[in-house]
């Protein structure tokens, strides 16, 4: 005959199941601290998180309301069917665009001449990394965010956008060149590591620059390779000679 | 006899009539010649009242000096490239200048006046790069005196601002805030209503900067210097 165990359960006080607690959410917060810690250690950084991908393709968003430094943003109206690819009559010579950190200005050259110059804002919030790039991709507009808290942004329609990148700053790091209709502080310092410019001057410089514009989207490619961007703390320019400082 | 007497009298009588005829003849003969003498007097001289005095006009000299040369213009483009600021500069003999400012719609090609501000020798507008409001509904101006700057800013519209001013003077409206600053430059917009503003310290050091609410007239002291 099977005699019946006592059901016995032990005793457990409060403080038992406040300890308990307190454990778990001790191990928790490691395992959330410690994942976050890996991620960003192993990420590099992304000038826009929307534009950190390497397939992209144009996005006009015409009803969509964007935020930068907490203010509410209305972007222009874009009309693609409306737009035709501009395409100029070229001239002789290499195509070579510098960004002046130390001036803020950006300088557009074809051969010994200059196409433009203009005062850009670069980057505030992270700053815009020196070095030779290639622009890779060309878009007649994207959205861009990115940012935390107070300097978090959010712009749909950015206009006449040139993504750069080379060895060491790769495409999805989101770097590039284009318009900006949310402020107009150029001069200045007022990017999140991008190079801004007013949109008319972003306008010049994209039918200017290679690839030659094909599509409101248009790749680089080995038989039309992107323009040459030098991004330098400093340049200095005496006559046809141009010496940039990293 | 007394036939004889008769005939005389009749012929004194016939002779009487004749002459009162042509009397009354000539006289309404000379009182015609006289009412169309009249007639032509009043006709080709030109008609002065005889009875309202003339009033006296007075001839003075203007006293704005004409202009010296031909007027300059400055045009700047919006970011966007819809639209063009006009500047018109007119020099006076005595150095002094009036600045006109004008909006161009690119698209309709109509321009309308928005400014006139009128300054003294020493004194000089510009346009800066950062003019324009990023949605073309403001522009900031620059007024330089012996290397010191005054920002206005008015509506490209040409409309007064809410107490009826037609500029507001950025410098004169911060200085009314006593934030213990001093302001060192207006640099552009941060977004279609907020200007940024930079300071200095009374050491001469770099202060906060601040946004300036050109819709609210409020100054905002920012944690970022810009």
């Known amino acids: 005959m099977m005699v019946p165990l006592p059901n016995k359960k032990p005793q457990r006080d ?25 991620i960003q250690q192993t990420q590099s950084f992304c000038a826009n998180s929307i ?35 501009s395409v100029k009559p070229e001239r002789a010579g290499e195509k070579h665009i510098y960004v002046d950190l130390s001036s803020q200005t950006l300088y557009a050259f074809q051969g010994d001449s200059l196409v433009l110059k203009t005062l850009i804002s670069s980057g505030k919030w992270h700053p815009t990394p020196t070095g030779d790039y290639h622009i890779w991709i060309k878009l007649r507009a994207t959205r861009m965010s990115g940012g935390t808290g107070a300097d978090a942004y959010d712009l749909p329609n950015v206009p006449y956008t040139m993504f750069f990148y080379n060895d060491e700053v790769g495409k999805d790091a989101g770097f590039s060149l284009h318009g900006a209709y949310w402020h107009n502080n150029f001069g200045h310092p007022m990017s999140h590591g991008c190079v801004n410019m007013r949109i008319i001057d ?9 690839p030659p514009t094909t599509d ?24 046809t000679t141009r010496e940039c400082i990293e | 006899m007394e036939q004889h007497g008769n005939v005389s009298n009749n012929m004194l009588s016939k002779r009487l009539i004749y002459l009162v005829e042509v009397d009354i003849l000539v006289f309404l003969l000379l009182v015609s010649g006289i009412g169309v003498g009249v007639a032509l007097w009043e006709n080709y001289h ?17 006293l704005i000096t004409p202009p010296v040369k ?11 490239g819809k639209a063009e600021l006009q500047m018109q500069t007119v020099f006076y003999r005595d150095d002094s200048k009036t600045y006109r400012f004008y909006v161009r719609d690119i698209a309709t090609d109509k ?74 430059e207006v640099t552009g917009w941060a977004d279609p209503t907020l200007l940024i503003l930079t300071t200095k310290t009374p050491k001469g050091e770099e202060g906060p900067s601040y946004w300036f609410d050109v819709s609210g007239g409020e100054f905002i002291q920012l944690s970022t210097r810009f």
């Not at chain 1, 308990?20 to 410690?34: I, Q």
């Not at chain 1, 972003?202 to 290679?210: G, R, V």
């Not at chain 2, 004194?123 to 800066?128: A, G, V, Y």
């Open chain 1, 14 to 38: 409060t403080g038992f199941y406040i300890k308990r607690s307190f454990l778990a959410l001790f191990v928790g917060l490691f395992f959330f601290f410690a994942t976050s810690f890996v």
């Open chain 1, 51 to 85: 534009s950190c991908i390497k397939d992209l393709s144009v996005n006009v968003e015409n009803n969509a309301v964007g935020v930068f430094e907490g203010q509410k943003v209305v972007p222009p109206k874009i009309t693609l069917s409306q737009e035709k690819p």
């Open chain 1, 202 to 210: 972003a306008q010049a410089l994209y039918n200017w620059a290679d």
């Open chain 1, 216 to 239: 409101y989207t248009t790749y680089a490619t080995d038989t039309h390779p992107g323009t040459l961007v030098s991004v330098c703390s400093k340049i200095t320019i005496n006559g």
């Open chain 2, 46 to 62: 030109p008609h002065i009242s005889r009875t309202a005095a003339l009033p006296t006009v007075q001839i003075t000299t203007p």
């Open chain 2, 70 to 80: 031909d007027p300059e213009m400055t045009t700047w483009l919006s970011s966007d």
């Open chain 2, 111 to 184: 321009k309308k006046e928005i400014f006139t501000n009128a300054v003294i020798s020493s004194k000089t507008m510009e346009i800066p790069f950062n003019s324009w409001s990023p949605d073309n509904s403001y522009i900031f101006l620059e007024e330089i005196r012996d290397g010191s700057k005054r920002y206005l800013v008015v509506k490209s519209s040409g409309e007064p601002f809410a107490q009826g001013e037609q500029s507001l003077d950025v410098l004169v409206l911060f200085n009314k805030q006593n934030t213990g600053y001093t302001l060192n």
